[in-house]
T-cell receptor
Framework: TQLLEQSPQFLSIQEGENLTVYCNSS?????LQWYRQEPGEGPVLLVT?????EVKKLKRLTFQFGDARKDSSLHITAAQPGDTGLYLC?????????????????FGQGTILTVHP | NAGVTQTPKFRVLKTGQSMTLLCAQD?????MYWYRQDPGMGLRLIHY???????AKGEVPDGYNVSRLKKQNFLLGLESAAPSQTSVYFC?????????????FGPGTRLTVL
């Protein structure tokens, strides 16, 4: 069974501060995704990283996939109250033989981020 | 284009009652999933389907059944609800591109079993 450990579980910061959320596993994933979820809604995909060592930037958010494809981080620069929400990482299993595959994502426990004005 | 819709949005059941949650999608995606979300546990996969007429068990399938008679609909059934099934249930569809998966989630169904 693949497990993803996400930390911290809770994060409460002031507007303008920087933060990093970590997602770690002993398993190798073919890709790793970060989602953001607001209360009463389903998760929404922020980014997918596929290549070991890959870094992707989305405005003030920077996502990194570990070289061994076992871990990932999400860094937010100058956090804003609009960043408040639940952040989830999710790892996808290996592609199946023959090139067919399906997601069967393994989710981390989530990080509840609160950014105070 | 509604994406992924779920009905109902809220439901309260008594122990032993049955119900069916409906997930509908208009994106023509082959793969569909049912998850449950509990505090501090992320999302856990209940059942999934890789196409019309197919279903398979996920991580926590006990107490649930599913059906995918039509490509656009994925139904989740609880035959005899238990308080441990109190949770928020999410349906998702999936596409593949460039070796990566993208899942699209519905808004969720909040179920309370008394």
């Amino acid at each position: 069974t693949q497990l993803l450990e996400q930390s911290p579980q809770f994060l409460s910061i002031q507007e303008g501060e920087n933060l990093t959320v970590y997602c770690n596993s002993s398993s190798v994933f073919s890709s790793l995704q970060w989602y953001r979820q607001e209360p009463g809604e389903g998760p929404v995909l922020l980014v997918t990283v596929v290549t070991g060592g890959e870094v992707k930037k989305l405005k003030r958010l920077t996502f990194q996939f570990g070289d061994a494809r076992k871990d990932s981080s999400l860094h937010i620069t100058a956090a804003q109250p609009g960043d408040t929400g639940l952040y989830l990482c999710a790892g996808a299993g290996p592609m199946h033989a023959g090139g067919t595959s399906y997601g069967k994502l393994t989710f981390g426990q989530g990080t509840i981020l609160t950014v105070h004005p | 284009n509604a994406g992924v819709t779920q009905t109902p949005k809220f439901r309260v059941l008594k122990t032993g009652q049955s119900m069916t949650l409906l997930c509908a999608q208009d994106m023509n995606h082959e793969y569909m999933y049912w998850y449950r979300q509990d505090p501090g546990m992320g999302l856990r996969l209940i059942h999934y389907s890789v196409g019309e007429g197919t279903t398979a068990k996920g991580e926590v399938p006990d107490g649930y059944n599913v059906s995918r008679l039509k490509k656009q609909n994925f139904l989740l059934g609880l035959e005899s609800a238990a308080p441990s099934q109190t949770s928020v249930y999410f349906c998702a569809t999936e596409t593949h591109s460039g070796g990566a998966y993208t899942q699209y989630f519905g808004p969720g169904t909040r179920l309370t079993v008394l």
